[in-house]
């Protein structure tokens, strides 16, 4: 059975908010709807804690309800003003700590051991 684009669209939307809620606000870019493939290649922007303000390249495939991650470019601060004066795709409050993050995990701190 073939998708609509807004069928692969919703099923998309919440895959995403399963992996990425913790990153909201995050706005969409760019999308691409490939109907033989079931499947919408797309750019998502947001801040993450670790890196700063990304660009990054996803495909989502409908028929198997998977995500891959196509890559990714850090963002300057001009791109990123002019991201945000657009409505976020997902709202949310602006992550200030994931807890998984490099920085934030225990042996980090602690420097490494001899």
Do not use: C
């Not at 303000?53 to 991650?69: P, T």
């Amino acid at each position: 059975m073939a998708y609509t684009h807004e069928q692969v669209s919703q099923m998309r939307d919440t895959k995403l908010k399963q992996a990425l809620q913790a990153f909201a606000p995050i706005w969409l870019v760019y999308e691409e709807f490939r109907p033989r493939e079931d499947a919408l290649i797309f750019n998502l922007v947001y801040n993450d804690p670790s890196y700063g303000w990304m660009n990054r390249r996803y495909k989502y495939d409908a028929f198997n309800d998977v995500l891959y991650h196509m890559g990714w470019r850090l963002l300057s601060e001009a791109e990123t003003l002019e991201i945000q004066e657009n409505e976020p795709h997902f709202s949310g409050e602006v992550a200030t700590h994931v807890p998984n993050a490099p920085r934030y995990r225990a042996g980090v701190s602690a420097g490494r051991p001899k």
